[in-house]
């Protein structure tokens, strides 16, 4: 089949966040059982499960047409590929996150001087000391295989290590010196892809779907109806996404309003509309937003 995308999804923390984000824009993945081949609900589409600091290297090479991975592991591999989209979702939150450099509570370090012959245990070795570099440090960088945050200080004297909310961190009695590397989720192509109209075009629909699915979350839609007399009351009482959309009803003194706001307002604001004379109020989900 020659219309076929290669879709790298990363496996791992993100696994199931990236499966949530795909059914919100309206593709269904299963995960099956020990299988690193999901399946999804679009024959155009052929899925691999792959670890995302693995991700750039399978499609730079060819492997892959396309993926969704950090642009932490962007960096780090050096890979040669396109970024298409920043798709800011993780797995805890929708904050990017951060490779930081942390020490021991009671360490002597407070800034990047002070590692020079100390030694650094971390998953990002080409970021790290092309960093020390920056700083015209030079320290012994190690590879670690995982459980970072335990090295310190028998086996290392600091870390660089990803986070989002530090609590493992303080979970572990270090505290974060710096920052190195702010990353957030890009969906990827290898450049001879990108540069196939059929699969540019396919990747380009994807990605909007994607991203009307991410800009609908924490949204939702209102509808009510309003005399026009009171129109300009309610309107002032909307924080709308765009201008509220007003429609003729049948009885010419009433219009419908429709709009769409954040789901964390509307407590506060169906009783203010109520109040400024809106009726017949409803509330309803929103899957996506296209711009």
Known sequence: MNNLLKLGLPAGSLQEAT?????????????????????????????????????????????????????DWIVESEANVVELAELVFSKVSRRPVRWVLAVPNDSPIREPKDLQGKRIATEVVNITRKWLASHGVTAQVEFSWGATEVKPPKLADAIVEVTETGSSLRANNLRIVCDLLTSTTR???????????????????????????????????????????????????????????????????????????????????????????????????ISKIIE
């Open 19 to 71: 499966a949530e984000l795909f059914r919100k824009a309206g593709y269904k993945i299963t995960y099956l059982n020990r299988s690193y081949y999901p399946s999804i609900d679009d024959p155009e589409l052929h899925c691999t499960l792959i670890r995302a600091q693995e991700m750039a290297r399978y499609v730079a090479d060819g492997s892959l047409d396309c993926g969704l991975t950090g642009y």
């Open 187 to 285: 969906f990827i192509a290898n450049p001879q892809a990108a540069n196939d109209p059929w699969k540019r075009d396919k990747m380009n629909d994807l990605i909007l779907m994607l991203k009307g699915a991410m800009a609908a979350e924490s949204k939702v839609g209102l509808m009510m109806n309003v005399k026009r007399t009171d129109l300009d009351r309610v309107i002032r009482q909307l924080p709308a996404l765009k201008n509220p959309t007003i429609s003729p009803l049948a009885d010419p003194d009433w219009v419908a309003v429709n709009t769409i706001i954040d789901e964390d307002t509307v407590r506060h604001i169906i009783p203010q509309l109520k109040a400024a004379g809106a009726s017949g109020i409803v509330e309803y989900p």
